[in-house]
């Protein structure tokens, strides 16, 4: 049996889509522009990749995309300043802070400094809690991804085993929250979780995200599961170039799986397409 691959790139584009027709006509109707503000401290390259990325699509879709480029030395109350000042300004709907932060910047009281309704990554403890609570929030944009592909895969996810690899604040612990909702049974699993091949095995849903090149091969994986892949690894091959592979070995799994998110292609795409729509929601509940 192959898998089907489930087509990140393709699904992005049909949610950009729909953002951006959804601008134009509140542009239109109401005069309003939605603003996305991104900061980014320091110079680390795969950052810079993403911001770049990031505003190059918010303006596709007809928003305002503001970038403010930050130096490596800024400091903690410098950085607190401008998101008071982005906090403040009626024309950013969304704000963005880069991670990760130098290592003399607290990042949870950086991200604790932007007004929860701007927070379009989720990560504020406000939207934390009301997401944990089944409460309106904003939600973590690759979670939220993975959940669309999720649901337009299977219809139904309610009653499914759920079986989320990673604890991250960023993506297992709010996927794990996102899955519960929609009714699944959900496992967190870890670096220290006993057995995870027989723990991973019984899962109906598998979401890799911890980071580990390659690490979850075909014979843990339940014949026809659906496996949702988040991991971004660059490895070098023995020709000397490099790859882009996720956290699932897709050759073996690809045999074994259901359907399967490629890398890259699969989740990437969709994170970016969220945080567009994270932005479009946070504009328009700001104008009632
Ligand atoms: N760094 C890696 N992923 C993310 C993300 O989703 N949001 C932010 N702000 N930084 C990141």
Not at 72 to 81: G, K
Not at 99 to 105: F, G, I, V, W
């Amino acid at each position: 049996m192959s898998a089907k691959i489930i087509d990140g790139k393709a699904f992005a584009a049909t949610v950009r889509e729909k953002v951006k027709s959804h601008v134009t006509r509140i542009k239109e109707e109401d005069g309003i522009t939605p603003g996305l503000a991104v900061v980014l401290v320091g110079e680390d390259p795969a950052s810079q990749v993403y911001v770049r990325s990031k505003g190059k699509q918010t303006v596709e879709v007809g928003m305002k995309s503001v970038e403010h480029k930050l130096d490596a030395e800024t400091s903690e109350a410098d950085l607190l300043a401008l998101i008071d000042q982005l906090n403040n300004d009626a024309s950013i709907h969304g704000i963005l802070v880069q991670l990760p932060l130098p290592k003399h910047l607290n990042e949870d009281l950086v991200i604790n400094s932007i007004d929860p309704a701007k927070d379009v990554d989720g990560f504020h403890i406000s939207n934390v809690g009301l997401l944990g609570t089944g409460q309106r929030s904003m939600v973590p944009c690759t979670p939220l991804g993975c959940l669309m592909m999720l649901r337009d895969y299977h219809g139904s996810l309610s009653g499914l085993n759920a079986v989320v690899i990673g604890r991250s604040n960023i993506v297992g612990k709010p996927m794990a929250q996102l899955l519960l909702g929609d009714s699944c049974t959900v496992t967190i699993a870890h670096s220290r979780t006993k057995d995870l091949p027989e723990v991973v095995r019984r899962a109906d849903i598998v979401v890799a995200a911890v980071g580990r090149p390659e690490m979850v091969p075909g014979d843990w994986i339940r014949e026809g599961a659906t496996v949702i892949d988040v991991g971004i690894n660059r490895i070098e091959k023995e020709d000397g170039k490099t790859k882009l592979v996720g956290d699932v070995d897709f050759e073996s799994v690809s045999k074994v799986a259901g359907a399967i998110t490629p890398v890259p292609g699969g989740v990437g795409p969709m994170t970016i397409a969220c945080l567009l729509a994270n932005t479009l929601t946070a504009c328009c509940r700001a104008n009632g």
